[in-house]
């Protein structure tokens, strides 16, 4: 059983930055893609972000494309989302999820994600 723990959100101004983590615990990602989702208030989950097990493949919702920015550090065991020039339709409850495959590519769909955090509050301010 995967465990991820998100963390990194809060309260932002318009135009601001923050940087989203997310580890498991119990266990490490090799072999696991990962995905960033998002879910306003009164709206379905949304996939943000995806990076392949490796890292060398990353694919964006066009909405954040040139914003967010996903990265994974192996040693640290530690799944990044950076986001600049935050937006307040930005503002969600963001998840990170994991799913395990043996195809190093990044996965734009919720589809599929075996494993979900319990999400971080990202508010951003107008």
């Known amino acids: 059983q995967v465990q991820l723990v998100e963390s990194g959100g809060g309260l932002v101004q318009a135009g601001g930055s923050l940087r989203l983590s997310c580890a498991p615990s119990?266990?490490?990602?090799?072999?696991?893609?990962m995905g960033w989702f998002r879910q306003a208030p009164g709206k379905e989950r949304e996939v943000v972000a995806a990076?392949?097990?490796?890292?060398?493949?990353?694919d964006y919702a066009d909405s954040v494309k040139g914003r967010f920015t996903i990265s994974r550090d192996s040693g640290k065991n530690t799944v990044y989302l950076q986001m600049n020039s935050l937006k307040p339709e930005d503002t969600a409850v963001y998840y990170c999820?994991?799913?395990?495959?043996?195809?190093?590519?990044?996965?734009?769909?919720?589809?599929?994600?075996?494993?979900w955090g319990q999400g971080t509050q990202v508010t951003v301010s107008s």
């Open positions: 990076i392949s097990w490796s890292g060398a493949s990353t």
């Open positions: 119990g266990r490490t990602f090799r072999r696991y893609a």
């Open positions: 999820a994991a799913r395990l495959t043996y195809s190093d590519r990044s996965y734009l769909s919720e589809m599929g994600y075996d494993y």
